[in-house]
Every structure is written in structure tokens, then in C-alpha cells.
């Protein structure tokens, strides 16, 4: 309440603009901009066979989950979310993924959020993306969003409506308990749905309403296309990943920024082999006629009177 959350801390100081942005467009799926990546998988494939002549495992969804881990580390503003007409840093990074338990119409799926710092290699990345799979891929499989939505769904119609109702509210106003913020895929960094793995294809995912979730990518099946090169056009795997993203936190040179670092790491992988040491801190973009600013010239301009 009053601009703190347990999972994250209000930005302060930032451009006038982007402070009066979500009260013009409230609504996520009112700002939510979409964009279309053609992924190369030559890269991928070459990283995932030196892998396992090494004997170690992957997949495209390891490659692309520890990406996003890494990218949104590096680009700490991709972090943020949008509260109540607040902007705020979450406190780590989180990426939410649903997992089919078989592949059957009657089988349903459960939804996995996993924590990360982001200092994380692509090994660990993906040690901890299999571990979450083989808890939750057999059927008797209950993880913390199951059992709250079944204790949620045993109640009448209208006193789910309430539930539902209240925690929202509560969740605006910052005062969601810890322990449902903890299990709830909607309150995260980023949302990947993996539909290759059903050979589908990629889709604009649209952005929850409920809860804070500001980017959602979606991998689709794999085909032969058309590429220039240097010499002549030639056929290439290609992955299709679209992407919908808030614009209401991040400017387009920003977002712009990030996703070509996204591109780059998807196209070399190894990259992602070490661990990330240094991470760069969310820098407010401070407001020049804010009050802070203005005390910090003041006190400047006073240092440099008085030496």
C-alpha cells in the first residue's frame, strides 16, 4: 500500500511523461505492442549437438528461457511492471511456462513459475527448467498453483466471483499476501509458451490483466524459409517467436535495444555458457525539473561557489 509491495519497489523520480503514461492507458491489453521474430536455428543446432557429443543436453526451450533470463538481467528495465498507475522494479526475475502433463485432450496442463537472480549459465538455466518439469509432468503432480486454484474452485459460483474480486483488489493496492504472489504465474517477469512442442504455430499472446506480467513470447514450430545471405537466397530452419510487450515502462529504443541483444544471444548461444557476475542496476531516468533534480543542481551549484 502506498507505493510498496512485497515484490517490488516503486520507481521514483521518472520522466513526467512516462509517470502520467498508465493512467492514460490503464489497461495492459490497451498497451500491449506486438512484434514478429524469424529465430535461426542453425546456431541452436549447432550449440545443442557440440552439447551432447559433451554430454550434455538441450533444447531449443533451454536456449531460449536461459536467453530471456540473461537478457532481462542485462536490461534490468524489462523487469519492471505496472501497479495501480505505479511503476515499479520487481525484486528478481521470474519466468512462467506451462507444462502438458501428456499430450491428450484429457490430460490437463499446469503452469510452472520459476525464480531466478540472473546470474544463471545456460547449464543452470536449464538444470532448473528440467527439475520443474519432472515434478510437474506426471498426472498426481500438485504444485503450489494447482492446489490454490482447486481451493479457489471449490466454492460456489458468486463466492468465487468475491475471491477473485478481493484478491485483485488486494494485489492493486499492493497487500496480496506473499504466499500467493509466491505460486501465481501471473505475477512475472515473462510468459513463454512453448507450442513446437505440439508443432503448432506462434501466436500474439495476449498480456493478463491480472497480475503484472509485462512480456510474453511464444515459440512456434520450426519450417524451411527463404533468407538472403551474401551470395543468394537459400532455404534456413527458421523458429517463429512472437512477442507482445507493455510499452508502458520502457521507451521504443529501449525495447528495441533489448530484443536485438535477445537476437543476438538466440544466434550464439554460447554465450550463455558463463555465468554473468556483473549486473547492471535499474537506473531511474530522473525528471531535470523534479525536486530531486533540482536539489542535486542546487547542491552542485553551491559546491562549485563555495571551492
Known amino acids: 500500500m502506498f507505493g510498496y509491495r512485497p515484490d517490488g519497489r516503486e520507481v521514483k523520480g521518472i520522466d513526467p511523461i512516462q509517470r502520467i503514461i498508465p493512467h492514460i492507458m490503464p489497461r495492459r491489453y490497451d498497451a500491449q505492442n506486438m512484434t514478429h521474430y524469424d529465430c535461426k536455428c542453425e546456431?541452436?543446432?549447432?550449440?545443442?549437438?557440440?552439447?551432447?557429443?559433451?554430454?550434455?543436453?538441450?533444447?531449443?526451450?533451454?536456449?531460449?528461457i536461459a536467453g530471456l533470463v540473461r537478457l532481462i538481467a542485462m536490461h534490468p528495465r524489462l523487469n519492471r511492471f505496472i501497479m495501480n498507475g505505479r511503476i515499479f522494479?520487481?525484486?528478481?526475475?521470474?519466468?512462467?511456462?506451462?507444462?502438458?502433463?501428456?499430450?491428450?485432450?484429457?490430460?490437463?496442463?499446469?503452469?510452472?513459475?520459476?525464480?531466478?537472480?540472473?546470474?544463471?549459465?545456460?547449464?543452470d538455466v536449464r538444470d532448473k527448467i528440467n527439475e520443474a518439469i519432472a515434478q510437474n509432468a506426471h498426472e498426481q503432480a500438485n504444485n503450489g498453483t494447482d492446489k490454490l486454484a482447486?481451493?479457489?474452485?471449490?466454492?460456489?459460483?458468486?463466492?468465487l466471483k468475491i475471491l477473485v474480486g478481493t484478491i485483485k483488489w488486494l494485489d492493486?493496492?499492493?497487500?496480496?499476501?506473499?504466499?500467493?504472489?509466491?505460486?501465481?504465474?501471473?505475477?512475472?517477469?515473462?510468459?513463454?509458451?512453448?507450442?513446437?512442442?505440439?508443432?503448432?504455430?506462434?501466436?500474439?499472446?495476449?498480456?493478463?490483466?491480472?497480475?503484472?506480467t509485462g512480456l510474453f513470447l511464444a515459440m512456434g514450430k520450426e519450417s524451411l524459409m527463404p533468407v538472403e545471405t551474401d551470395k543468394q537466397p537459400t532455404l534456413a530452419k527458421i523458429m517463429p517467436i512472437d512477442i507482445v510487450m507493455d510499452e508502458r515502462y520502457c521507451d521504443g529504443f529501449y525495447y528495441v535495444r533489448a530484443l536485438n541483444y535477445l537476437k543476438r544471444l538466440l544466434e550464439n548461444p554460447g554465450l550463455l555458457k558463463q555465468r554473468q557476475e556483473e549486473l547492471p542496476e535499474d537506473q531511474e531516468v530522473v525528471d531535470p525539473f523534479s525536486r530531486k533534480a533540482r536539489r542535486a543542481a542546487r547542491a552542485a551549484k553551491k559546491l562549485e561557489s563555495e571551492s
Open 43 to 64: 546456431p541452436m543446432d549447432q550449440f545443442i549437438r557440440e552439447q551432447f557429443e559433451a554430454g550434455d543436453t538441450f533444447t531449443y526451450m533451454h536456449i531460449l
Open 89 to 123: 522494479a520487481r525484486n528478481n526475475i521470474f519466468v512462467s511456462f506451462v507444462v502438458k502433463k501428456r499430450l491428450s485432450i484429457t490430460v490437463p496442463d499446469t503452469t510452472v513459475k520459476l525464480e531466478f537472480t540472473g546470474h544463471e549459465s545456460i547449464y
Open 150 to 159: 482447486r481451493v479457489l474452485t471449490h466454492t460456489p459460483n458468486f463466492v
Open 172 to 212: 492493486k493496492h499492493g497487500m496480496l499476501p506473499k504466499a500467493i504472489l509466491k505460486v501465481s504465474p501471473f505475477h512475472t517477469s515473462c510468459f513463454v509458451t512453448n507450442l513446437k512442442s505440439i508443432k503448432g504455430p506462434s501466436i500474439y499472446h495476449h498480456l493478463y490483466e491480472f497480475g503484472n
